[in-house]
């Protein structure tokens, strides 16, 4: 869900940038005579079909002149999360790596300290491969639900304090009202 709120809102907020240099550049009276909204439309048009992880990556660059660390809180969290995302809702059969049988992600998840010492279901002893873990379980929890949480707001945070225009201006109320956990 957090993801999932992160993706609402980059697009809400280049959809309403979009449309406003749209409204803007098709008025006569701004028909070039601002080289830079039109630089700024191209951008904004581009950046509307990348996926995620693009949208957040570059947006701030090229719209802003200004970037998220990427080796570090948040945006290091939010590349993870979107891998967990995409891994959940593109399942695709094995749901682990088949060399060490867990998700890529789970090791970084351990280290962020979301998953139980112990898997949540035990299977029956008579069950091959007992030693597995049924990982969706794992990180379904209030830790991992509290962590990805609080990387969409810091994510959203960020990114707001980068912006610039009318994409800072349409949402500085609603920004301010997000608290982490």
Same mark, same amino acid.
């Given at each position: 869900?957090?993801?999932?709120?992160?993706?609402?809102?980059?697009?809400?907020?280049?959809?309403? &940038?979009?449309?406003?240099?749209?409204?803007?550049?098709?008025?006569?009276?701004?028909?070039?005579?601002?080289?830079?909204?039109?630089?700024?439309? %191209?951008?904004?048009?581009?950046? @509307?079909?990348?996926?995620?992880?693009?949208?957040?990556?570059?947006? $701030?660059?090229?719209?802003?002149?200004?970037?998220?660390?990427?080796?570090?809180? $948040? +945006?290091? %969290?939010?590349?993870?999360?979107?891998?967990?995302?995409? &891994?959940?809702?593109?399942?695709?059969?094995? +749901?682990?790596?088949?060399?060490?049988?867990?998700?890529?992600? !789970? %090791?970084?998840?351990?280290?962020?300290?979301?998953?139980? &010492?112990?898997?949540? !279901?035990?299977? $029956?002893?008579?069950? =091959?491969?007992?030693?597995?873990?049924?990982?969706?379980?794992?990180?379904? @929890?209030?830790?991992?639900?509290?962590?990805?949480?609080? @990387?969409?707001?810091?994510?959203?945070?960020?990114?707001?304090?980068?912006?610039?225009?009318? *994409?800072?201006?349409?949402?500085? =109320?609603? !920004?301010?009202? *997000?608290?982490?956990?």
């Amino acid at each position: 869900m957090a993801a999932s709120a992160l993706e609402a809102f980059i697009n809400e907020r280049l959809a309403l &940038d979009l449309e406003f240099h749209n409204r803007r550049l098709g008025m006569p009276k701004y028909r070039g005579d601002f080289p830079n909204d039109r630089k700024e439309k %191209d951008i904004l048009d581009l950046l @509307t079909k990348q996926n995620l992880e693009i949208k957040y990556r570059l947006s $701030p660059i090229l719209l802003y002149n200004h970037c998220y660390e990427a080796n570090r809180y $948040p +945006f290091l %969290d939010f590349t993870w999360l979107i891998k967990i995302r995409n &891994d959940v809702i593109h399942y695709e059969m094995p +749901f682990y790596d088949e060399t060490d049988s867990k998700p890529r992600w !789970v %090791d970084f998840l351990k280290h962020k300290g979301i998953f139980l &010492d112990e898997p949540v !279901v035990h299977p $029956p002893a008579s069950v =091959p491969d007992e030693g597995r873990r049924i990982w969706i379980e794992e990180i379904c @929890t209030f830790k991992g639900a509290k962590w990805a949480y609080n @990387t969409g707001c810091s994510m959203i945070k960020e990114y707001f304090n980068m912006a610039e225009g009318v *994409i800072k201006s349409t949402c500085q =109320p609603w !920004v301010e009202s *997000i608290a982490e956990l």
